[in-house]
């Protein structure tokens, strides 16, 4: 069974402040995708990242995909309460799969 | 178009009623996927559909059942609600599978009393 492990489990910052959380599986995926949920609501993707090595920007989020293709991380600059949510990254099993394997997830808060 | 749509929004159970979750999407996807939620333990898959009238199981199938009669929805059953099965369910569709995005409803919020 494929697992993919988010560290930390939370993290309480405050605005202005970098931040960055992992995703970590012992298993290499095909792609990762990490996806944003707000309280209430279902998550949003947020990024698909499917080359070992690759980067993508997405305003003051990086993401990363690890050589490898085991690992992803998301780095925020320079934080702002509108990024408050949970953060889940989602693996694609290698060879294709009808489903996602999720990390359990990274509860970001920023306090103003 | 409304994406994916969930119905109800909430519902209270008492042990052993049973009941439907209706989910809908009209963006012609033919993948859809029922999880559950619940703290700490991230986003769980109970059962998919890789198209109109098949059904799998995934990772935490056992006390639901579902049908995809028709390819814009996917309904979730339990047929006996025990007090485990307390959850915040969700609904998501997908064009293909794997790295195709997954486009989620706004939750079910499940009590069972």
């Known amino acids: 069974t494929q697992l993919l492990e988010q560290s930390p489990q939370f993290l309480s910052i405050q605005e202005g402040e970098n931040l960055t959380v992992y995703c970590n599986s012992s298993?290499?995926?095909?792609?990762l995708q990490w996806y944003r949920q707000e309280p209430g609501e279902g998550p949003v993707l947020l990024v698909t990242?499917?080359?070992?090595?690759e980067v993508k920007k997405l305003k003051r989020l990086t993401f990363q995909f690890g050589d490898a293709r085991k690992d992803s991380s998301l780095h925020i600059t320079a934080a702002q309460p509108g990024d408050t949510g949970l953060y889940l990254c989602?693996?694609?099993?290698?060879?294709?799969?009808?489903?996602?394997?999720f990390g359990k997830g990274t509860k970001l808060t920023v306090n103003p | 178009n409304a994406g994916v749509t969930q119905t109800p929004k909430f519902r209270v159970l008492k042990t052993g009623q049973s009941m439907t979750l209706l989910c809908a999407q009209d963006?012609?996807?033919?993948?859809m996927y029922w999880y559950r939620q619940d703290p700490g333990m991230g986003l769980r898959l109970i059962h998919y559909?890789?198209?109109?009238?098949?059904?799998a199981k995934g990772e935490v199938p056992d006390g639901y059942n579902v049908s995809r009669l028709k390819k814009q929805n996917f309904l979730l059953g339990l047929e006996s609600a025990a007090p485990s099965q307390t959850s915040v369910y969700f609904c998501?569709?997908?064009?293909?599978?794997?790295?195709?995005?997954?486009?989620f409803g706004p939750g079910t919020r499940l009590t069972v009393l």
């Open positions: 998501a569709s997908s064009l293909g599978s794997g790295v195709d995005t997954q486009y």
């Open positions: 298993s290499v995926f095909s792609s």
């Open positions: 990242v499917v080359t070992g090595g």
């Open positions: 989602a693996g694609d099993a290698v060879g294709g799969s009808e489903k996602l394997v």
């Open positions: 963006m012609n996807h033919e993948y």
């Open positions: 559909s890789v198209g109109e009238g098949t059904t």
